[in-house]
Every structure is written in C-alpha cells, then in structure tokens.
C-alpha cells in the first residue's frame, strides 16, 4: 500500500470511532476525512505554505509528532516541527525562502554536523556510532535514512539499504549455502548493529548473541567444549553470509577445515586419508559434548 492512501485510510478509522458514538450517516465519514489531513499539514506550520509536498510525506508524519520547545524560543515565535532537524528558519522566512538560508541536509558536506542534528535527540546511539565504521568513513545518518524525507515511497527493507553499497555481501547471499536473507528469513541487521563498531573480540560475542538465538543446540554449555570457538566463534569454521562448502563451512574438505587448526591427529588416524575422510562421521558432535571429550557422541 502506498503512503497516501494509507493514512486516508488510518483517520477513516479513527473517524469512524467518532462518529459512530453520534450515529452520524456514512456519507458524512467520506467528507469528514479531508478536512482532518489538511489540518494535520497546517501543524507543520508555515513550512506547509511552501513545501506542500515534504509536509505530506506520510514517513515524516511519525518525526512531526515530536515534542519539542526549541523552536518557540527563537525569535519568530512561529511553531513549527520542522525546526527540530532544519534548526531556527529566521533567515530563511525573512528571505521568503530560497537555498543557504536554512540548515540543508543536501548542502552540507561536514559528516558530523549532519549527525550531530539527529544526535540532539537520538543520544543514546551518540558515542558508538562515531566509533562505528559507517562514523569512521565519515558517514552520516542520511547515508542510510534518506526514506525520512522522501514522499510516497515504501520504507525498505533494512537489507536493501546494506545492500545498496555492500555488494560483494549480496554475492554471497547468492551461493548454493547460506541463510535466507532474500526470502526474509533474516536481515543483515539481525546480526548486525549498523550504529555500532564491529571489533573482532565481539566475535566471540557474535557466537553467543546472535547466533545461538536461533542454533540454540549449538550453543551449550557443555561439558566438553571445542575450544575452537572461544575466541572466534562459529566464524573459525564457518562462513556466514553464503558459502560454496556444505554447511558453510570455510574449507571443502572437513579434513583440512579440522587440520588447519590440528597440526596432527592421532598416529592411528593415519590409515585413512586426509583427504576424503569425512572426520564428523566419528567427531559427530563437533560443537561440544557432554559425554565424550573428543566428541564422538
Ligand atoms: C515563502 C515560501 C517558503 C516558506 C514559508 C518556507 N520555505 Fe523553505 N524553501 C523555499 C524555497 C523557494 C526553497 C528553495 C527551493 C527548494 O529547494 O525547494 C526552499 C528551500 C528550503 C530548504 C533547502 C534549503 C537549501 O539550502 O537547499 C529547506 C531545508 C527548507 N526550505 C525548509 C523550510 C522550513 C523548515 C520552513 C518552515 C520553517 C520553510 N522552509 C518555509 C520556500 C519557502
Ligand atoms: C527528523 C528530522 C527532520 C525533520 C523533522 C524534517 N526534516 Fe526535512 N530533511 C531531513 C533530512 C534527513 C533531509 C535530507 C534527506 C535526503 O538526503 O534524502 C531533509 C530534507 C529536506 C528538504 C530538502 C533539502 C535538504 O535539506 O536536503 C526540505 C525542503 C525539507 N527537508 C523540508 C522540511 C520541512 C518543511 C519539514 C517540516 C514539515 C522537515 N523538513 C522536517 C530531516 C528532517
Ligand atoms: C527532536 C527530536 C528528534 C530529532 C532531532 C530526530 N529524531 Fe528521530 N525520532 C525521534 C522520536 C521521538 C522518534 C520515535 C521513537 C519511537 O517511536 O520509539 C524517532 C524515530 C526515529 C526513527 C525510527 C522511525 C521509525 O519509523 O521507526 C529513525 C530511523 C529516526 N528517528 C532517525 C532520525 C534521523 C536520521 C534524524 C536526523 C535526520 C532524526 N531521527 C532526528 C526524535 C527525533
Ligand atoms: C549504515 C546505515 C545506517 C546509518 C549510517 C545509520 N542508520 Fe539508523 N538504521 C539503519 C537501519 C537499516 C535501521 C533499521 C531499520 C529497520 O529495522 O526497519 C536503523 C534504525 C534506526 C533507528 C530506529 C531504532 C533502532 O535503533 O532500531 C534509529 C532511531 C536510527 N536508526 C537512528 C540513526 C541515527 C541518529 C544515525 C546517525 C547518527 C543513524 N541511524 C545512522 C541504518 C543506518
Ligand atoms: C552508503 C554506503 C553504505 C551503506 C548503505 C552501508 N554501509 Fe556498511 N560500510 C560502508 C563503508 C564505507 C564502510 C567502511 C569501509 C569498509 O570497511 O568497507 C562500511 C563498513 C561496514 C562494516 C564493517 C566492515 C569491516 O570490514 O569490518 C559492516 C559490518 C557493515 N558496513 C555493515 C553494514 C550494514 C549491516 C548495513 C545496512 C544496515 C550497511 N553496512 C550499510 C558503507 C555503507
Ligand atoms: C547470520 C548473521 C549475519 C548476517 C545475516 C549478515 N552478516 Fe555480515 N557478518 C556476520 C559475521 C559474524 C561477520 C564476521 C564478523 C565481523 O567482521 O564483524 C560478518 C562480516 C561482515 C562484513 C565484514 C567482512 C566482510 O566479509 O567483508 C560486512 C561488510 C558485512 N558482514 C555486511 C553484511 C551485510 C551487508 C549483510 C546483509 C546483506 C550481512 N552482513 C548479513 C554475520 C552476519
Ligand atoms: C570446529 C569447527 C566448528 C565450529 C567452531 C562451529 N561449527 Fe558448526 N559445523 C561444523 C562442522 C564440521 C559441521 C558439519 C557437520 C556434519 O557434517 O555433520 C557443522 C555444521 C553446522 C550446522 C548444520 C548442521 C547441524 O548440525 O545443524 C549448523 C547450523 C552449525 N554448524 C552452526 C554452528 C554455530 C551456530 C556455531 C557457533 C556456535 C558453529 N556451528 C561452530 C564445524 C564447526
Ligand atoms: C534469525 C535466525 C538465524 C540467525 C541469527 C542465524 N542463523 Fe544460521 N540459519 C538459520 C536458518 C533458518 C538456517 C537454515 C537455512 C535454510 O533455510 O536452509 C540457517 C543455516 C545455517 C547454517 C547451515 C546449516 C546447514 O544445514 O547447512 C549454518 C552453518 C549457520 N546457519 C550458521 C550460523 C551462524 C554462524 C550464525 C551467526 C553468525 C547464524 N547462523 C545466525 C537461522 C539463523
Ligand atoms: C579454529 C581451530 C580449530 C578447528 C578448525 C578445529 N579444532 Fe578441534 N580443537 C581446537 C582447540 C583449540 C582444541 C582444544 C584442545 C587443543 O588445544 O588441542 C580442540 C580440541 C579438539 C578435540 C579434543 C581433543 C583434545 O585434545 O582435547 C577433538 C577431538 C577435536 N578438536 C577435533 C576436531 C575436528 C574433528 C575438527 C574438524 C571438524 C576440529 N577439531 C577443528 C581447535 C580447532
Ligand atoms: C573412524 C572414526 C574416526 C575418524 C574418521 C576420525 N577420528 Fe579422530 N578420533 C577418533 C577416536 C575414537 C578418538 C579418540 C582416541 C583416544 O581417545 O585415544 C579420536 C581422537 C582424535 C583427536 C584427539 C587426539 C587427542 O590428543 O586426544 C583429534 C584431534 C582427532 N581425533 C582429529 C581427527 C581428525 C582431524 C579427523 C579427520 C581427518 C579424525 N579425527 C577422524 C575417531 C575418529
């Protein structure tokens, strides 16, 4: 549905609870509906004269519910929603609009202090977004929240966003094995927080957080633990975004995946070849154990 004729509909509803208390005439609904989207424009205040179209914008319809009392204490007294990202439109009035007389997202270069606008009320993200790759490569929050501004536009899927600069990510979603992010199953937000940094020790984090949120059997504890996750988690055998290895496994063969980290198995092992022995047909609980130290069973 697209979002002009969604919120119609939504104040129909709410209408309909309003009227139906007077047992007013079904008819009377259709001509009630109007006037109320009009007047939720003429909340954005004197910016609606102007720019009809943004003030229409159904997406901004939940940012224009903001409470906020900056704007009433600039000089102009005029209230109005719009100032809480644009900042104080004195210049841009008296000049009866027009470019470089109001704080512009397009015509600002300085990462930060597009940033910084979001960040007078989203604070909690403040401290780890700067330390983020996306902050570090003097990314802003437009870069990804462009949908904010723009009209009649369906919000998209967080992947599409991603997947709009990280291409080579969207290969891997492509192979034969991998999660199903195409068919919604998950996001890329799902395991990652695209405000925050991404460091390798939260790889160990990443095994516990996210991943065992829904491989819950991998997860312990157990007794025995394979200690080859502590430090790396699932990542130290397993690809994540898509593989051409079954299970997405980083290795073709298991034999090499398991002596990549084993310089030697057993003497004994040594009557079967290293290359077609499948070693998880005895290691069959590879993840970890509670009865066999050697995951066997
Ligand atoms: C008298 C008409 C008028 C009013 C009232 C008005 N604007 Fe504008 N505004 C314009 C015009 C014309 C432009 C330049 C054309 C464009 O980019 O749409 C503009 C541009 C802008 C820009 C982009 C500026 C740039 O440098 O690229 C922003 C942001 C903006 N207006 C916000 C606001 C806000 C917020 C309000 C209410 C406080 C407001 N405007 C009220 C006419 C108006
Ligand atoms: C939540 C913050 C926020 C609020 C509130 C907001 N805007 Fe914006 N506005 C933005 C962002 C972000 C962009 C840039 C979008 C992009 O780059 O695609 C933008 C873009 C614009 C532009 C195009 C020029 C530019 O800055 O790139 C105009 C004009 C504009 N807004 C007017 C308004 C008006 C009028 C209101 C009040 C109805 C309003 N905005 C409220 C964040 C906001
Ligand atoms: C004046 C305070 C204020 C400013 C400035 C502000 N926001 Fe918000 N924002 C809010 C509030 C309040 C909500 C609603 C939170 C909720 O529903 O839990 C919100 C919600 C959001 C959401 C979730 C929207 C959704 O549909 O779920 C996003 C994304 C967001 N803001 C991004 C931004 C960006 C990007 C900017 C800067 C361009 C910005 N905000 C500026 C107060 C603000
Ligand atoms: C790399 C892209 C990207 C950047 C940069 C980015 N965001 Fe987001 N943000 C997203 C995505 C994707 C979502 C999830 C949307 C969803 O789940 O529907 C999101 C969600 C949000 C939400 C909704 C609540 C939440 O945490 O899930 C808020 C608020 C928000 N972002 C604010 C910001 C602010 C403020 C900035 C800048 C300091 C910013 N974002 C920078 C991509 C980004
Ligand atoms: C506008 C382009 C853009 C968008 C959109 C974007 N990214 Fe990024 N991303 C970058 C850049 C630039 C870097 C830093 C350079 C690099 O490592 O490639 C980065 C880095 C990352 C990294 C760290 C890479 C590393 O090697 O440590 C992760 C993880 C990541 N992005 C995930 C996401 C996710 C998840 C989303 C969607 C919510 C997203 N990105 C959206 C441009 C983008
Ligand atoms: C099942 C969880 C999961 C999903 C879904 C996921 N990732 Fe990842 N991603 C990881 C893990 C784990 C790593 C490795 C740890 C790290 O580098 O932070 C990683 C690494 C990355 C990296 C840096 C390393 C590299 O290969 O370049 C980028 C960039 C990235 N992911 C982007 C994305 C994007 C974009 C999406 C969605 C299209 C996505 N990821 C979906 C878990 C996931
Ligand atoms: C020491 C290497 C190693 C580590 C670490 C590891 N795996 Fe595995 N995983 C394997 C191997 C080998 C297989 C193939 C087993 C087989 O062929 O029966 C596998 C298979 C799987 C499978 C598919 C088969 C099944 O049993 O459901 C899933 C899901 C899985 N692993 C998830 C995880 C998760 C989640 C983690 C982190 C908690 C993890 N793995 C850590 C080696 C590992
Ligand atoms: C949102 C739930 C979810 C999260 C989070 C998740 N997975 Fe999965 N994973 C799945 C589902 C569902 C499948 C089965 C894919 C399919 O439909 O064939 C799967 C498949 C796998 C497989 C292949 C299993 C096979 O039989 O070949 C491996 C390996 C795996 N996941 C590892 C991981 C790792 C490692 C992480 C953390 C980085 C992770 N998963 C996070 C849901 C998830
Ligand atoms: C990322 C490195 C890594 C990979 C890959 C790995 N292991 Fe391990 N494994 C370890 C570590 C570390 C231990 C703890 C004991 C040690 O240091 O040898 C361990 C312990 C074991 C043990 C218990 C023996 C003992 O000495 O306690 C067995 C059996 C085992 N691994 C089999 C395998 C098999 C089979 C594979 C291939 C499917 C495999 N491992 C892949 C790192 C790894
Ligand atoms: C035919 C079954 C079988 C196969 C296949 C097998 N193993 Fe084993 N493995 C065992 C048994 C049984 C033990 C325990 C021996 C003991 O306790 O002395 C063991 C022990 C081990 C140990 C632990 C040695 C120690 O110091 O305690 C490692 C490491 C190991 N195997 C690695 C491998 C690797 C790597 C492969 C694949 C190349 C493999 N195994 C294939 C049965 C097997």
Redesign the pocket.
Known sequence: MSATTRRPLLQFSLHWLALAVVLVAVVGLFAAARPATQEKVKE?GI??EC?ED??T?FK?VR??E?KSDRWTKTALQVE???A???GDPAKHLEAGGGVGTI??????DAAQA?AE??LECHSSTRSLFFASPHGQAAMD??NC??????TSEEKPRPSEICLSCHQDIGAQFKMNERHRLQEGVLECTTCHDQHAPSTRTRLGGFKDEECIRCHTDKGGPFLYEHEASRVEGCTSCHEVHGSHNRHMLTHQSTADLCFSCHAAAPSWHGFFSSQDTNCVTCHATIHGSNLSKRFLK
């Open positions: 954005f910016c609606a720019h943004v003030c914008d901004l940012h224009s903001i109005t929603v719009c809480n990202c644009h704080f512009a997202f397009r015509n600002t597009k606008k979001c929050c437009t929240h462009g949908e904010l501004m723009k």
